[in-house]
């Protein structure tokens, strides 16, 4: 509690914070302090990026710089203990200042993310770095991938990806300064594929991450088309559209802006849930790298729509390269008055605070992800009340998937004729696949709803080497595996609901022949339970249980019989299911289920 | 101050428990809805005096209309709302939440009524296997969020570790945590507003197979004379 912060801890919180404005949040004493307290606001909601800050600094989160953290924020040192100890990317003990963390989870492991792993932890030297083995870090159509995370002077993280199964890129990356500074690089001549013709329709132009590039592409004709008809006719539109939310709980997106902007209390939030970390899904991140200002435009559209003065972009902390092409999106929209104090007009303004996670897939859950913006613990809020009227700091909120925003544009710019055009009556429009896993050509997939499983497939070139499927993992982690024999299966929202599976956040991971299943269930078990956040019953020991049992089941030691052991599952999933806060907690269990009763995982002796 | 509290009053609206119809007024929650009418509802992280944060699940009920089993002891009760305590599901998920926690932490000392509800439920926390051998001190407070420890599959893990003494005033057994976050309230906005006492770490990882330990930066030692750790670092 007495720890004093170090001079370099000090500067990188002042960096951010400015200097203090007095001793009363951690400056030299003077004299007026003495006779005129002057806390200052309740800063809380910089926790997040103080403690990026000190991490970045030095590597880990000392006593010392959270006491002064604390100080700055007016924050009570227990609560920034308890939010500092919540994230994966952060750690509260000394340690070097070089994080590799290999990605073992689902598209990495079917191509060889395991061995990398073994590899680095036996060939990167422990006083240099450490290595860990991370859950999905998004980067499913250039497996394997690492992710290089560097504090101190040579601060900044670097993404490998579609590295080969020995540790030399790492080690590039551990030592050369040079590599770095947030970027991307793939080893790989033959680019991913990214096709699509409205929502990935600037993808392939690596131009259009600048505000000129954007605009030569039509950027910002929705906006001024939105300013032309007025807040409720594009709230009318969009709901005419029938555009329902892309982030797997298919919420009308009309409905939600219709309902934050009835509202009459004030101030008002748009939020972009860019906290994409189901395993298996990266279309989120491809949007934001290659077309960031649509998200922002979309994001100021919502705004517009709702009556929010401000919004925060909310990104998973291991997309560096995204982070970095939409912070510097948001100055240019700034300097060029899209965003400011009169970004819809004179004195009315918009603004957009970029907010980065730090390792959490919870945080992903809209009300968890309020509570990281407001400084606390990703821990989920119960609903109802709904965000609509309480959501991040207690106001109304709008909050949308990304994929879901940009559906704004060309609704806006095409009309909604020409938008329902494609898809189904009721699944309106186009959707992004994530193809992974065992194809041809991996990459984000635009596609009409309504599209069958097997034709996505067939677009990436289906599966090499002449191998059959096996299954499909679709929706994710939270999803669930089908067998070929679905793949004639519509792609709806409808014909999801009536078949029994998800479209999820559109991932499709393709896994041949020779994929071992049950290697897979036992990473998704394991990824539930180190990401439970720990706050309900059912979750936080129904995720151990449900790994533990699976465990049993493949080394022959269950309770009872088999059967036995595939009851307590369904009991265990049966409880997380009904029981849970949140979604996580609720779809727990759905893929490890589907696998077992659609392949009959169990059924027989012991797998292994 | 008198005796009886004294409030404004408040309209009364029925709502259907079980096919019986119970008049509560309005803001009352499903828990007192139930209690009103002698629905016998099991709870472990609700206190009457402390703000219901709905963690421990034990006390869910079906509602019409909601997908999902709801906490009785958070949830507002609305007119004409339909809730059913005493179907499959709601008994299935009890008695898991009941085995889940029985499992994985020492609930010996409960309340003689989590007993009786254990037993009402036909509880039975052994089916997970046997309990793991409690962790060396100090074991738990190296894990790190996303550190993954594969499970032993002979055993069932538990919070179990050996109890923490700080000083005289402050000792803290995570062996028999369950992680109701009552303290933490008391400790903040329901009480003392010393905020001395949060929870660290996540799940799986830091705390427990299940838990998180609760730590405080200075123990507090809850008295009028001590009432603010961070009250006093703030001079």
């Known amino acids: 509690m007495t720890a004093e912060p170090t001079a370099a801890e000090r500067e990188s919180v002042d960096a951010l914070l400015g200097p203090p404005g007095s001793s009363w949040e951690g400056g030299v004493r003077t004299a007026v302090d003495m006779r005129v307290s002057r806390a200052p606001e309740n800063r809380r909601t910089l926790l997040l990026p103080a403690l990026h800050a000190l991490h970045g600094a030095i590597g880990w989160i000392s006593e010392g710089g959270l006491n002064y953290v604390c100080e700055r924020l007016t924050v009570p040192p227990a609560e920034a203990y308890g939010v500092a100890t919540f994230y994966a990317m952060f750690s509260v003990e000394e340690r070097p200042t070089t994080v590799v963390h290999v990605c073992d989870d689902l598209a990495c492991r079917v191509q060889g993310g395991s061995e990398l792993l073994e590899t680095c932890r036996s060939e990167v030297p422990g006083d240099e770095a450490v290595v860990v083995s991370s859950p999905c870090l998004g980067q499913c159509e250039r497996a394997p991938a690492v992710l290089v995370q560097r504090a101190g002077d040579a601060r900044g993280d670097v993404v490998l990806t579609d590295i080969a199964a020995d540790s030399h890129h790492v080690m590039q990356a551990v030592h050369d300064e040079q590599i770095g500074g947030d970027v991307s690089y793939t080893s790989t001549w033959q680019e991913p594929v990214y096709a699509g013709d409205r929502l990935l329709a600037r993808a392939s132009d690596p131009g259009a991450a600048s505000l000129e590039g954007y605009r030569a592409h039509g950027g910002y004709a929705a906006l001024q088309r939105a300013r032309e008809l007025g807040s409720d006719d594009v709230i009318r539109l969009v709901t005419e559209a029938k555009l329902l939310g892309r982030g797997g709980a298919a919420f009308p997106t009309g409905v939600k802006w219709r309902g934050v902007a009835d509202q009459s209390v004030e101030p008002k939030y748009v939020i972009c849930n860019a906290d994409e970390s189901e395993p298996g899904t990266f279309k989120d991140r491809v949007v934001m790298e290659r077309d960031p200002f649509a998200v922002i435009e979309a994001l100021t559209i919502a705004a517009f729509a709702t009556g929010a003065a401000q919004g925060y972009l909310y990104i998973r902390g291991e997309y560096p390269l995204a982070t970095r092409r939409l912070s510097d999106a948001i100055v240019e929209a700034r300097g060029a008055g899209l965003l400011g104090p009169d970004a819809f007009g004179p004195g009315r303004p918009f603004d957009i605070d970029l907010r980065r996670g730090a390792g959490a897939y919870i945080c992903g859950e809209e009300t968890a992800l309020f509570n990281s913006i407001e400084g606390k613990r990703g821990e989920p809020r119960n609903k109802p009340p709904f965000p609509v009227t309480h959501g991040v700091f207690g106001k109304p909120t709008s909050i949308n998937n990304v994929e879901t925003l940009i559906n704004v544009l060309p609704i806006l710019t095409l009309g909604v004729r020409e938008y329902v055009s494609v898809g189904t009556t009721d699944s309106t429009g186009t959707r992004l696949f994530c193809l992974s896993g065992h194809v041809e050509r991996p990459g984000v997939y635009e596609h009409p709803h309504g599209v069958t499983l097997g034709a996505v497939i067939d677009a990436a070139g289906g599966v090499p080497g002449g191998k059959g499927i096996k299954a499909v993992l679709l929706g994710g982690a939270a999803g669930g595996f089908v067998g070929p024999d679905r793949l004639d299966a519509r792609l709806t929202f409808e014909d999801a609901r009536a078949g029994g599976y998800t479209l999820g956040s559109g991932v499709v991971m393709v896994l041949d022949d020779d994929t071992d299943l049950v290697d897979l269930c036992l990473r998704i078990a394991r990824f539930f339970r180190d990401e439970s956040c720990g706050q309900c019953v059912p979750c936080r020991v129904g995720t151990v249980r449900q790994e533990e049992a699976l465990h049993r089941l493949v080394v022959g030691r269950t309770i009872g019989s088999p059967a036995d052991e595939r009851g307590l599952l369904r009991d265990v999933a049966a409880v997380m299911r009904d029981a849970s806060i949140c979604g996580l907690g609720q779809t727990a269990a759905s893929a490890v289920q589907s696998a077992i009763t659609t392949f009959g995982l169990f059924d027989g002796e012991a797998t292994a | ?235």
């Open chain 2, 1 to 235: 101050m008198s005796a009886i509290p004294v409030e404004m009053p408040r309209k009364l609206m029925d709502v259907d428990i079980d096919g019986t119809t119970a008049r509560v007024p309005e803001g009352s929650t499903i828990l007192d809805a139930c209690r009103a009418t002698g629905v016998d509802t099991p709870t472990m992280c609700y206190a009457d005096n402390l703000t219901p944060i709905n963690a421990c699940r034990v006390c869910v009920v079906e509602v019409e209309g909601s997908r999902v089993l709801v906490p009785a002891c958070s949830r507002t009760a609305e007119a004409g709302m339909k809730i059913s305590t005493d179907t499959e599901r709601v008994r299935q998920s009890r008695k898991l939440v009941m085995e889940f926690l029985g499992s994985s932490v020492d609930t010996s000392l409960a309340s003689d009524d989590w007993h009786r509800w254990q037993d009402e439920y036909a509880a039975d926390p052994e089916r997970f296997g046997a309990a793991m051998e409690p962790l060396p001190a100090g074991e738990r407070d190296t894990r790190e969020p996303g550190h993954h420890h594969d499970p032993d599959p002979t055993v069932a893990e538990t919070v179990e570790q050996p109890v923490k003494i700080d000083n005289e005033l402050y000792v803290r057994d995570y062996g028999r945590c369950v992680l109701c976050y009552k303290c933490v309230e008391a400790c903040g906005t329901d009480a003392q507003h010393t905020f001395a006492i949060a929870v660290a770490g996540v799940a799986s990882t830091r705390g427990s197979p299940p838990s998180t330990p609760c730590r405080s930066m200075r123990a507090p030692a809850c008295t009028a004379a001590t009432a603010s750790a961070y009250a006093r670092r703030v001079r």
